[in-house]
């Protein structure tokens, strides 16, 4: 297959002012009929290619006149007419069989429910038509289904008719005023159960709000239906952007390639990003179903009023979005935790991506497959580099430039250079350099030294910054990078920061910009030398390397009055430590210093944080993935010895403040979903993780009881999981109480799934071998291919990386079957074996085998071939 490069794109040669849609619902064959207005952009007859894959061609009309085979040609992936008038009307009549949709792309069933997927190049799989983002379109639907199997009749906009028809059937009519691209149509059919509320915005209109559901799981959508309210609220507040239909729809399926999709009006969900249940959810799960309805419901003006002139410019709504999401989820919880958990996954997920064959710019140049970046890079790494926009223009002229990017781009289809054009009009200031971010794949490093001089009191910070190479990129220009820092005094007071050559202004945090490959900035007028507080925030998604000693990390632990530094300095004690423990490992016994255990007793002891999440956060190693990045060959056996002794010895030797710590946040825990009772829980579960596994034999009963006693899920789950990971009396039993009692839950047996999947033993291949076996285990399904796949080959490292290749085989064997099912879940689970450079020659080699057999197989889908094929590369 061959590359798509965004150097290629050209308009398109013809606009449509109106599509009428026409379905006829049926299973195995449904018809559609698109009538679509045509005007040629020449004003003269144009020869038009339209989209289409697994389409079954009825006839075609243009102007009432059904053209002849010699009139049209029509080849996998599209038709094309020839000569078609400066302005017509063209009538496609095509059919499609939704049942053996399987790849879950244009018209699909889930659980008996119709529904579409057309983001990314799904339309094409409903009808022929011009299937790209800056085609835009008024939309008219019409659809007819069966009364009994489908009460429910769904698409974007408003309502307008519908009735009775003969035979059993009804129709529903639906018009969307807003021009959109097709990617952001959707059709829901299907016998769902509502759950209905509404929203008075700012300006007095009311919105009428309604969830769809199985009506088993209706019951779990009020949480969903609160994280809406208040995400329209908030984008009033924050931004002035008022939602601007009077009606907005999500619908939840179970059946769904990724977490939702932003249709215009009609937003559709995976169910694990829409119900939520203190009995069968996690506090992670309510937060993040919060996360994603706010991000989908922003997404109405980052991504469906201002939209992307074609799919390279991806991170123009999504990177924007996220942040926005972000930034809802800041000011509804806490900001630091927030920060934090954003700051992990950047760092354990994008920067491993940045940082192997897979890397590639937040605007990538050329895709085989575009649903293949849908990724951290362009999401996370993309919501990072409107986030330094924000730092470096501050909070008001960025608001500033939002208003104006909206302004003059209402309603139409634009460029990453479009965004950051606005920013630049409002702030005068100049973004040329800072445009590299967009263009440039790789994860920065920063250096940074200090030099105290006392006869002066001044401190200088020389910085130098460089990005590695990336495939296809060898040479990398400086970036402009916006460093956040103050100075923490001897005495752990925040000290005012006067640059040389300026006046005094008492801030005590201030913005530091690199744009050039060394810089240097001295501060004046201190007494002594202070402790540099460097990158607070995690002002810019680089890799920071200085010159901080141990006892300056424990120093800004202790005083920083920037959280998130304060949580930074005991991850790099704890980083530091570990990464010495693996690299001498097997020969010495691998023991956590005594400096950082007090540290975190003294936060145990609650002295210094309120915030039960911060100190749960700020005692957590940090992950897997964050300090394999730190090796330069990963040892899989010795990382697994190393944190599990680490964490044994925490357990132990804390054992008094963790019990404390563990009875207090009980006594908090009110059972709510109140940011403090979840933080509660977070502190207690992270307690009880240390307690048990420091003695097992001692803490284990403590779990069985919160697993027996608890009704909450998050209770329960963090209960079980540590009993499943020692492997003592108790895990297989409750293993099976817990299938036994949530069997009808599938996203609660999706958990039982993970959980499993994740226990990180030796055994696992076999484990999930066998679970694979389970009644409940189906390919068909992408959330559970993903709880039990997903989980073992990301989260699982010493079972998935077993000597004998055993887990690398039984991942190569599953892609290759769901590849001709599903290639856009087989491509994401492939993306592990990406990282086979990371690992000892023995298991590189096994690694690469699998990739070469994958890529071997015939007919594999453009999805897994780009994967596979880079990987290699
Ligand atoms: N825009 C969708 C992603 C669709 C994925 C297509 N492969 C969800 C989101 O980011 O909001
Ligand atoms: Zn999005």
Not at 543 to 554: F, N, V
Not at 601 to 614: C, N, T, V, Y
Request: charged share 25%; glycine share 6%.
């Amino acid at each position: 297959p061959e590359p798509i490069r965004l150097a290629d794109y050209r308009p398109p040669v013809c606009e449509f002012e109106e599509i009428s849609l026409d379905f006829v619902l049926d299973p195995d064959v449904t018809t559609v009929t698109s009538r679509l207005k045509v005007k040629t952009r020449s004003g003269a007859p144009e020869t038009l290619a339209l989209d289409g894959r697994e389409l079954t061609l009825k006839s075609i009309k243009i102007d009432d006149r059904p053209l002849g085979r010699d009139e049209f040609q029509v080849d996998r992936e599209h038709l094309t007419l020839i000569d078609v008038p400066s302005t017509c009307l063209i009538e496609i009549v095509t059919t499609i069989a939704p049942r053996l949709n399987s790849a879950l792309m244009g018209l699909y069933l889930s659980n008996g429910i119709y529904c579409t997927q057309c983001e990314a190049e799904g339309f094409r799989r409903i009808t022929y038509f011009l299937d790209r983002p800056d085609v835009m379109t008024r939309y008219k639907v019409r659809i007819e289904a069966d009364l009994a199997s489908c009460p429910v009749l769904l698409s974007n906009g408003n309502p307008v008719g519908g009735g009775k028809l003969a035979n059993g059937r009804h129709f529903a009519l639906w018009e969307d005023p807003f021009r959109k691209p097709a990617y952001l149509f959707a059709l829901v059919a299907g016998d769902l159960a509502c759950l209905e509320d509404h929203h008075v915005t700012r300006s007095g209109r009311r919105v009428a709000l309604k969830l769809y559901a199985d009506s088993a799981a209706i019951d779990q959508c009020a949480h969903a239906m609160d994280s809406l309210k208040r995400s329209m609220r908030w984008d009033e507040d924050a931004y002035g952007l008022e939602y601007d239909l009077d009606l907005f729809q999500i619908v939840g399926v179970g059946d769904f390639n990724f977490g939702a999709m932003e249709n215009k009006g009609l937003n559709i969900f995976n169910t694990s990003a829409l119900l939520a249940r203190t009995d069968t959810s996690t506090d992670g799960d309510f937060q993040q179903v919060e996360r994603i309805v706010a991000h989908e419901y922003f997404h109405n003006w980052s991504g469906d009023r201002v939209t992307c002139r074609d799919w390279f410019q991806l991170t123009l709504k999504e990177g924007l979005t996220v942040f926005r999401d972000q930034q809802f989820s800041s000011d509804m919880h806490s900001a630091a935790v927030k920060r934090i958990a954003d700051v992990m996954l950047l760092r354990e997920t994008q920067f491993a991506e940045d940082a192997g064959p897979l890397a590639h710019p937040i605007r990538p140049e050329s895709y085989v497959e575009i649903n293949n970046f849908y990724t951290r890079t362009v999401y996370e790494k993309g919501a990072e580099v409107v986030r330094m926009l924000h730092t470096l223009l501050g909070a008001e002229l960025f608001r500033k430039g939002i208003d104006l990017y909206f302004a003059r781009h209402d309603g139409s289809a634009v460029t990453c250079e479009d965004f950051v054009q606005a920013m630049a009009d409002v702030s005068g200031r100049d973004l040329r350099r800072f445009m590299r971010w967009y263009s440039q794949a790789g994860t920065p490093e920063v250096r940074v030294t200090r030099e105290f001089d006392s006869s002066t009191g001044s401190l200088t910070l020389e910085f130098t910054q460089s990005t590695p190479p990336t495939p296809g990129q060898q040479a990398k220009l400086p970036l402009h990078i916006p460093i956040r820092v103050g100075l923490v005094g001897r005495d752990g007071q925040a000290l005012p920061l006067q640059l040389a050559g300026e006046n005094a202004k008492g801030e005590t945090a201030r913005v530091l910009e690199l744009t050039e490959e060394r810089q240097s900035f001295t501060f004046v007028g201190l007494d002594a030398a202070p402790v540099p507080s460097i990158l607070r925030g995690f002002s810019a998604p680089v890799r920071l390397r200085s010159d901080l000693t141990k006892d300056d990390l424990l120093h800004l632990l202790k005083h920083d009055e920037d959280a998130f530094n304060r949580w930074e300095a005991a991850q790099s004690l704890a980083a530091e430590a570990i990464v010495q423990a693996i690299r001498m490992s097997p020969q010495r016994q691998p023991v956590p210093d005594a400096d950082l255990i007090q540290a975190y007793s003294r936060l145990l002891e609650g002295s210094i944080e309120q915030d039960h999440a911060f100190v749960a956060r700020t005692l957590s190693l940090p992950g897997r993935s964050f300090i394999a990045q730190q090796l330069s060959v990963i040892d899989v056996d010795a990382m697994h010895r190393v944190f599990k002794t680490f964490q044994e010895t925490i357990g132990r030797e804390l054992e008094a403040p963790l019990l404390a710590a563990y009875r207090s946040m009980a006594r908090i825990d009110d059972g709510s979903t109140r940011t403090a009772a979840m933080a509660a829980r977070t502190l207690k579960n992270a307690a009880l993780a240390y307690l048990v596994i420091g003695q097992p034999a001692k803490f284990e009963p403590l779990a069985v009881s919160q697993y027996r006693q608890s009704s909450m899920m998050t209770d329960r789950l963090s209960a079980l999981r540590i009993l499943a990971e020692i492997d003592g009396a108790a895990g297989a039993s409750l293993l099976e109480d817990f299938y036994g009692r949530w069997q009808n839950e599938p996203l609660v047996v999706n958990k039982w799934f993970a959980l499993q999947a994740g226990i990180e033993d030796y055994k696992s291949p076999e484990r999930v071998e066998a679970l694979m076996q389970h009644p409940a285990f189906t390919l068909a399904n992408p959330n559970r291919v993903r709880a039990l796949l997903g989980t073992f080959s990301m989260a699982n490292l010493i079972g998935f990386h077993r000597e004998d290749g055993a887990g690398y085989r039984l991942l190569a064997d599953k892609v290759i079957e769901l590849d001709s099912k599903n290639a856009q879940v087989a491509a994401r689970l492939l993306t592990t074996f990406g990282r086979w450079r990371r690992f000892d020659l023995h298991r590189q080699q096994m690694m690469k085998s699998q990739l070469e057999r994958i890529l071997a197989v015939p007919g594999l889908s453009r999805d897994s071939y780009e994967i596979a094929s880079k990987s290699l590369g």
